[in-house]
């Protein structure tokens, strides 16, 4: 099911809280019991829930609003009937609850701090069991088949390079070439060794140009060529909309193929724009090393976090 594990686990555990229970946790398994579940009445209790939850930000927005003390306020809210002003807090002393002016020196250091602070992300190990029949992928990724450590600009709508990834994809549909030369300077600090002699992309059906253009940009700023070598060859719904592992690893299953080319052996860059999951990369890496490409370094302008 498309559903995240935490989720999963949640409404499980909240099943086994019944009475009667539908369901019962028998070692490390979770096994149903005799007993029938009544959805009436949970419809019920998650009315009640969602009442209570309403009530609850009622109150959270008045505090936002409240001008008198804040922990007489929370006090209160709690039931506490000893409430009373406490002399701490921002109310109580006539300070402001929030910095009115910031430095703009302070705002420009921040900002080349967090443009300087690419993440690295590292390569999966294991392949979700049955999750790809087509490929016929299972157990773990053997090294040469195994992406090499990646490297990501940004996290996406961040305060550094992350606005200007947003307005690149969904808004003028074209990445800026500052973005280019901040992943040129990406590369630099990264030094991935052996150093790429090629360029591909992540293929896309939906946006056929955006990450090919970004890729060709980038190769001809490194002076590497860059090769539409990975095709994708059937749709597959976005990795964002995946919610647990084995759907973002199924929902890649038998969607690329790799064309040959002369310099195919040589160690090769893999460029994306946004990435949710490190599957796309572990599937597509796999692909290129089986078709007999050198290591695969996974780099991407933003993660989706």
Same mark, same amino acid.
């Given at each position: 099911?498309?559903?995240?594990?935490?989720?999963?686990?949640? #409404?499980?555990?909240?099943?086994?809280?019944?009475?009667?229970?539908?369901?019962?946790?028998?070692?490390?398994?979770?096994?149903?019991?005799?007993?029938?579940?009544?959805?009436?009445?949970?419809?019920?209790?998650?009315? &009640?829930?969602?009442?209570?939850?309403?009530?609850?930000?009622?109150?959270?927005?008045?505090?936002?609003?409240?001008?008198?003390?804040?922990?007489?306020?929370?006090?209160?809210?709690?039931?506490?009937?000893?409430?009373?002003?406490?002399?701490l807090?921002?109310? $109580?002393?006539?300070?402001?609850?929030?910095?009115?002016?910031?430095?703009?020196?302070?705002?420009?250091?921040?900002?080349?701090?967090?443009?300087?602070?690419?993440?690295?992300?590292?390569?999966r %190990?294991?392949?979700?069991?049955?999750?790809?029949?087509?490929?016929?992928?299972?157990?773990?990724?053997?090294?040469?088949?195994?992406?090499?450590? %990646?490297?990501?600009? $940004?996290?996406? +709508?961040?305060?550094g390079?992350?606005?200007? #990834?947003?307005?690149?994809k969904?808004?003028?549909?074209?990445?800026?070439?500052?973005?280019?030369?901040?992943?040129a300077?990406?590369?630099?600090?990264?030094?991935?060794?052996?150093?790429?002699?090629?360029?591909? $992309?992540?293929?896309?059906?939906?946006?056929? #140009?955006?990450?090919?253009?970004?890729?060709?940009?980038?190769?001809?700023?490194?002076?590497?060529?860059?090769?539409?070598?990975?095709?994708?060859?059937?749709?597959?719904?976005?990795?964002?909309?995946?919610?647990?592992?084995?759907? &973002?690893?199924?929902?890649?299953?038998?969607?690329?193929?790799?064309?040959?080319?002369? +310099?195919?052996?040589?160690?090769?860059?893999? #460029?994306?724009?946004?990435?949710d999951s490190?599957?796309?990369?572990?599937?597509?890496?796999?692909?290129?090393?089986?078709? +007999?490409?050198?290591?695969v370094?996974?780099?991407?302008?933003?993660?989706?976090?």
């Amino acid at each position: 099911m498309n559903l995240s594990r935490p989720r999963i686990e949640r #409404v499980l555990k909240t099943l086994a809280v019944e009475t009667p229970a539908p369901l019962a946790r028998l070692e490390n398994r979770w096994v149903t019991t005799p007993q029938r579940y009544h959805a009436e009445r949970r419809r019920r209790l998650v009315e &009640q829930l969602t009442q209570l939850r309403r009530e609850e930000q009622t109150q959270m927005d008045a505090y936002r609003r409240h001008s008198g003390c804040l922990m007489e306020f929370l006090a209160r809210a709690l039931d506490d009937p000893a409430a009373r002003r406490c002399g701490l807090c921002a109310a $109580c002393q006539g300070k402001p609850d929030a910095m009115r002016t910031v430095s703009q020196t302070l705002v420009r250091e921040a900002v080349a701090f967090l443009r300087g602070a690419d993440l690295s992300f590292q390569p999966r %190990g294991l392949w979700q069991a049955g999750a790809l029949p087509v490929f016929s992928w299972q157990g773990r990724i053997a090294a040469d088949r195994r992406a090499e450590e %990646g490297r990501v600009l $940004c996290i996406l +709508g961040d305060a550094g390079w992350g606005s200007l #990834v947003r307005r690149g994809k969904y808004v003028d549909g074209k990445f800026s070439s500052e973005l280019i030369e901040a992943l040129a300077a990406l590369l630099q600090r990264w030094q991935p060794s052996p150093h790429p002699t090629w360029v591909t $992309c992540v293929p896309s059906l939906d946006h056929t #140009v955006l990450v090919a253009d970004l890729a060709t940009r980038l190769a001809a700023r490194l002076g590497v060529p860059f090769v539409d070598a990975v095709q994708k060859v059937r749709a597959t719904r976005p990795q964002k909309e995946m919610e647990n592992s084995w759907q &973002q690893a199924h929902n890649l299953d038998g969607a690329f193929r790799v064309e040959p080319w002369p +310099g195919l052996a040589g160690p090769v860059l893999v #460029v994306d724009d946004i990435y949710d999951s490190r599957w796309t990369f572990t599937v597509v890496a796999a692909l290129l090393r089986q078709a +007999g490409s050198g290591p695969v370094f996974p780099v991407a302008l933003a993660a989706n976090r």
